[in-house]
């Protein structure tokens, strides 16, 4: 069974997979998907996957569950939740029926969350068992929206999806420095480079010599430390700029679009369109 971007294997007592309750993402790029299903008589779920994945049991039920070389047997609550970071091998199974919500979140988005929430190093933690009853909620949210087709626009999913992000940074994160990994100081000093010259052509080059690194050699750590590629970041630069902007209502859509570095009014609009899922008129709204 597909859940983001990756197959995850599910099956119930029959063999099959379970009932699909909800599933979706709404339009944009929020870096998070979520699925509710239902198992019956059975539940067994396994995966090495590429993103991470917080799971919640809607009813309680006893359940074995392992992650990497760590395994629990325990009677799990109802609203309980397993956290699973991506590339980790993990598995999940009970002996009865059992209904689940699955938050699959992209690395790269929850890698850009973190460093906007001065969380730079922050990498998620594994859990095979805790309560988040935030996070629930905001999952729950999440999937009542996608089974009533977004009944309140990809807007409201996307700020829903980021309070999902900044709830998961704020409680199951840790700090994890890699060596040669980008430091919060340089990243400020970048940040505030763009934001100087949002108006104005910004070369890879002019970033790297910021961070005292090469080109090649700091478009890796960057990508590595922050999700983004350092031109796809600019883009999220200006384009958070352009959103403001546009939300204030004082400029117009043009000179917004110049001051912000995009080419003209059509390109901006194509760049709120791809991330926020929405027209610059319903944008604007």
């Not at 699925?35 to 309680?60: D, E, I, K, L």
């Not at 600019?234 to 352009?242: D, G, I, K």
Request: include cysteine; aromatic fraction near 6%.
């Amino acid at each position: 069974m597909r859940i983001g971007s990756d197959e995850i294997d599910l099956a119930q007592k029959d063999g099959n997979p379970p009932m699909t309750l909800a599933a979706g993402s709404a339009p944009g790029e929020s870096g998070v998907s979520v699925t509710s299903v239902r198992f019956q008589g059975h539940m067994h779920v396994s995966a090495t996957a590429r993103q991470h994945f917080v799971w919640f049991m809607s009813r309680p039920l006893r359940i074995d569950c392992r992650i990497g070389g760590q395994t629990l047997r325990h009677d799990a609550p109802a609203g309980s939740l397993a956290i699973c970071p991506a590339c980790a091998d993990w598995m999940a199974a009970a002996e009865e029926s059992a209904d689940a919500l699955m938050a699959s979140v992209d690395p790269g988005w929850l890698a850009l969350a973190a460093a906007e929430e001065s969380a730079l190093d922050a990498q998620i933690t594994e859990r095979l068992s805790g309560y988040d009853g935030t996070l629930l909620e905001l999952a729950g949210a999440l999937v009542a929206e996608s089974s009533d087709s977004y009944p309140n626009g990809p807007l409201f999913w996307n700020d829903v999806a980021s309070s999902f992000l900044d709830s998961l940074i704020a409680r199951h994160t840790r700090e994890s420095k890699p060596r040669g990994a980008l430091d919060k100081a340089v990243l400020d000093r970048l940040r505030d480079y763009v934001m100087e010259h949002l108006d104005e052509s910004i070369e890879v080059a002019s970033l790297a010599d910021i961070a005292a690194r090469s080109p090649f050699h700091f478009t890796r750590v960057f990508t590595r430390s922050v999700g983004l590629t350092p031109h796809r970041y600019v883009v999220h630069l200006r384009l958070n700029r352009a959103v403001e902007l546009v939300r204030e209502g004082r400029s117009s859509l043009a000179e917004i679009a110049a001051c912000t570095g995009f080419a003209d009014q059509s390109h901006l609009s194509r760049w709120v369109r791809r991330v926020k899922g929405v027209s610059l008129t319903q944008l604007a709204a």
